[in-house]
């Protein structure tokens, strides 16, 4: 356990880009992937029969969103004492922001297996219809999609605190720092736009523009952690104000 001793080594920072990594990964699959396969929008029969047809799929997706989670606490973690001596203040907020958006989707997964036993096992609200119990899985995946809209917000509110920090450090290329700045903004318009605004176009665009530019700027800042490390000099070292 010795690497996680120093957060201004090298070994350390490429820990940490590993960690980010699998994140990414794993979010993936588990996120996009999956969904993609087995959730059919506005038809909860055809949903429920996915489920049921490919459970060994949505329980690797479900055991993904596991894995994310666990990453993301030690992920989280390693960040915060990575950045704590720029700003404290400033990097336990973030490190928080990220911690609020695990527990929400945390909280997403009870909705998953609910939806996951409406579809496999009949002995679960046995006296509702089939037509019943598929809506209320539906109903039950709704909710989880919904709650992508809510940690999409505490992202947003940690990926400007990151490249905020990683601006100040000194440490990394300000591209990087500048990027995660600007484009955090496309999670917080993508929730914007799915619950109150699906019809405005312009709304839809400006939020893949900049979800573009903070993935390409998240799996950069990773890539450079798992590479080169940090530049830990002694300008690098000094907190700023918080």
């Not at 489920?51 to 992920?75: P, Q």
Request: aromatic share 12%; glycine share 10%.
């Amino acid at each position: 356990m010795q690497v996680f001793s120093d957060p201004g080594s090298r070994s350390y920072a490429r820990l940490t880009g590993g960690f980010y990594l699998v994140i990414a990964r794993s979010g993936g699959f588990s996120i996009a992937y999956v969904p993609s396969q087995i959730v059919m929008q506005g038809d909860a029969a055809q949903t429920v029969a996915n489920i049921a047809s490919r459970t060994g799929l949505y329980h690797f997706g479900i055991g993904a969103d596991l894995l994310l989670m666990v990453l993301e606490i030690l992920a989280l973690t390693m960040l915060y004492f990575m950045f704590r001596t720029v700003s404290p203040t400033l990097s336990f907020a973030a490190a928080m922001a990220r911690l609020s958006m695990v527990s929400v989707m945390s909280a997403m997964l009870f909705f998953h297996a609910g939806a996951d036993l409406l579809a496999t096992s009949d002995g679960v609200l046995a006296s509702f219809t089939a037509a019943q119990r598929a809506d209320f899985a539906g109903f039950l995946l709704e909710i989880h999609r919904a709650g992508v809209w809510i940690w999409q917000v505490f992202f947003t509110l940690h990926l400007v605190l990151l490249g905020y920090l990683l601006l100040t450090s000194g440490r990394f290329p300000r591209a990087i720092g500048v990027g995660l700045m600007i484009g955090a903004w496309g999670y917080l318009l993508d929730s914007v736009y799915a619950f109150a605004f699906p019809e405005v176009a312009a709304l839809g665009a400006l939020r893949v523009v900049l979800l573009v530019i903070v993935t390409l700027s998240e799996v950069g800042f990773a890539f450079w952690l798992l590479l080169r490390g940090q530049d830990v000099s002694e300008t690098g070292r000094q907190p700023v104000p918080a």
